[in-house]
């Protein structure tokens, strides 16, 4: 799968203490002790013969400097901090967990039902996500797809990938690398909550965007 997305690069050149979200009211994992374009196309071949088709090799082989000690921490917590303010109100909320940071996109608000294709109404929301992103370049973007259990099993998986496919496609078409993005469709295999309730699917439907930073090893 990495390789796919190195290709597309190519060819377009949980948690220690828990506080409260300031905006939302909801709980937070703290981290606060946790410890430039496309780069050319020689550069990323380079990572890749370094150790296959991983995108850390690829990104630092194109000259995206790895985060180390300490500096981890604090570039996760300035990026956080960006992105609690870009998304106040939207419905998209932020999590921490160590060094890992997960916005969480309830289907409600991005797709209609049944459906692939991002609301138009959403689209200022992504472009927040990705002005941040593009801010901090130093972060690996996982982009996991959710359904319920409703309908069959493949078709969930189809239409789980398929959102997923979108949000990351909308966020790389505002200028941010593609070489940083990996592309997951879960169906219903990852719940939060219970598929037996109308209140328990909807929470279940949704995309989650996972930031890593990105380190040499």
């Known amino acids: 799968m990495f390789r796919k997305v190195i290709l597309v690069a190519a060819v377009a050149g949980f948690a220690a203490a828990c506080t409260?979200?300031?905006?939302?009211?909801?709980?937070?994992?703290?981290?606060?002790?946790?410890?430039?374009?496309?780069?050319?196309?020689?550069?990323?071949?380079?990572?890749?013969?370094?150790g296959g088709d991983d995108r850390r090799n690829a990104l630092i082989?194109?000259?995206?400097?790895?985060?180390?000690?300490?500096?981890?921490?604090?570039y996760m917590d300035q990026q956080e901090a960006q992105l609690r303010?870009?998304?106040?109100?939207?419905?998209?909320?932020?999590t921490r967990q160590g060094d890992y940071i997960i916005l969480n996109m309830p289907?409600?608000?991005?797709?209609?039902?049944?459906?692939?294709?991002?609301?138009?109404a959403f689209y200022p929301t992504l472009n927040s996500v990705a002005l941040v992103l593009k801010r901090y370049n130093q972060t690996l973007v996982d982009v996991?797809?959710?359904?319920?259990?409703?309908?069959?099993?493949?078709?969930?998986?189809?239409?789980?990938?398929?959102?997923a496919q979108s949000v990351s496609d909308y966020l790389v078409a505002q200028g941010?690398?593609?070489?940083?993005?990996?592309?997951?469709?879960?169906?219903?295999s990852q719940p939060v909550a219970s598929n037996d309730t109308p209140d328990g699917r909807q929470q279940n439907?949704?995309?989650e965007i996972r930031l890593a930073p990105l380190t040499a090893g």
């Open 20 to 50: 409260t979200d300031p905006y939302t009211g909801q709980q937070k994992i703290s981290n606060t002790a946790g410890g430039a374009a496309l780069g050319a196309l020689a550069g990323a071949g380079a990572g890749l013969l370094a």
């Open 61 to 74: 082989g194109a000259g995206i400097g790895a985060l180390a000690g300490g500096g981890i921490g604090a």
């Open 205 to 207: 439907r949704r995309v």
């Open 144 to 163: 996991y797809g959710h359904t319920d259990s409703t309908g069959s099993y493949e078709h969930n998986m189809q239409l789980s990938r398929q959102r």
């Open 176 to 188: 941010t690398n593609p070489q940083r993005f990996a592309v997951i469709g879960q169906g219903p």
């Open 85 to 94: 303010g870009q998304l106040q109100g939207t419905g998209v909320s932020v």
């Open 107 to 120: 289907s409600n608000i991005t797709f209609a039902t049944d459906s692939s294709s991002i609301q138009p």
